[in-house]
T-cell receptor, first 117, second 113 residues
Framework: GAVVSQHPSRVICKSGTSVKIECRSLDFQATTMFWYRQFPKQSLMLMATSNEGSKATYEQGVEKDKFLINHASLTLSTLTVTSAHPEDSSFYIC?????????????FGDGTRLSIL | GNSVTQMEGPVTLSEEAFLTINCTYTATGYPSLFWYVQYPGEGLQLLLKATKADDKGSNKGFEATYRKETTSFHLEKGSVQVSDSAVYFCALSHMDSNYQLIWGAGTKLIIKP
């Protein structure tokens, strides 16, 4: 149980392109989803917390107009990297937490490797 | 504020060796504690968790005990395999941080045959 599907797994595109990444909870309802960015050989950096039906909460230093987050249903959140540039190249990982309570574990997708040429 | 400190890697062991990866935390009250594992090129998988003092989380031969007195949650395995090679992250969640995960820096584990 508690499977999170993240697509696509890898994206290579030209500078200036917008890229959408989907995060789905397949067998549970997720009132809260999280988006992380991971640089090589480093831990995860939380970018934003997404609650179903409301605006995402962004961490300090993360541009909300650059990284658009939509959490339209209890099983789907999307991250759109708008007008991506080479410095946006990174490994993006989503996670989802069940609706049962705040101290439940987060379940992670397999990540999206984004490469901007 | 809340924080997690885990031992720096890489940790290199031979197959069938005993593994300990240290993790200590700073938090008020009783946070929930987690170990996540990240295999190369993949996302993170929950390995085990503990939500109250003296709880022991276990999975796939790995164990960790929630020690309130030493604020620790050390990860152990009696006999490691090459397939255990990965990066291991210790994390906590606490109501003071709105249950966001507070991460350790990760410890890379390399198991040699």
């Amino acid at each position: 149980g508690a499977v999170v599907s993240q697509h696509p797994s890898r994206v290579i595109c030209k500078s200036g392109t917008s890229v959408k990444i989907e995060c789905r909870s397949l067998d549970f309802q997720a009132t809260t989803m999280f988006w992380y960015r991971q640089f090589p050989k480093q831990s995860l950096m939380l970018m934003a917390t997404s609650n179903e039906g409301s605006k995402a909460t962004y961490e300090q230093g993360v541009e909300k107009d650059k990284f658009l987050i939509n959490h339209a249903s209890l099983t789907l959140s999307t991250l759109t990297v708008t007008s991506a540039h080479p410095e946006d190249s990174s490994f993006y990982i989503c996670s989802a937490r069940t609706a049962m309570g705040g101290n439940q574990p987060q379940h992670f997708g397999d990540g999206t490797r984004l490469s901007i040429l | 504020g809340n924080s997690v400190t885990q031992m720096e890697g890489p940790v290199t062991l031979s197959e069938e060796a005993f593994l300990t990866i240290n993790c200590t935390y700073t938090a008020t009250g009783y946070p929930s504690l987690f170990w996540y594992v990240q295999y190369p090129g993949e996302g993170l998988q929950l390995l085990l968790k503990a939500t109250k003092a003296d709880d022991k989380g276990s999975n796939k031969g790995f164990e960790a005990t929630y020690r309130k007195e030493t604020t620790s949650f050390h990860l152990e395995k009696g006999s490691v395999q090459v397939s255990d090679s990965a990066v291991y992250f210790c994390a906590l969640s606490h109501m003071d941080s709105n249950y966001q995960l507070i991460w350790g820096a990760g410890t890379k584990l390399i198991i040699k045959p």
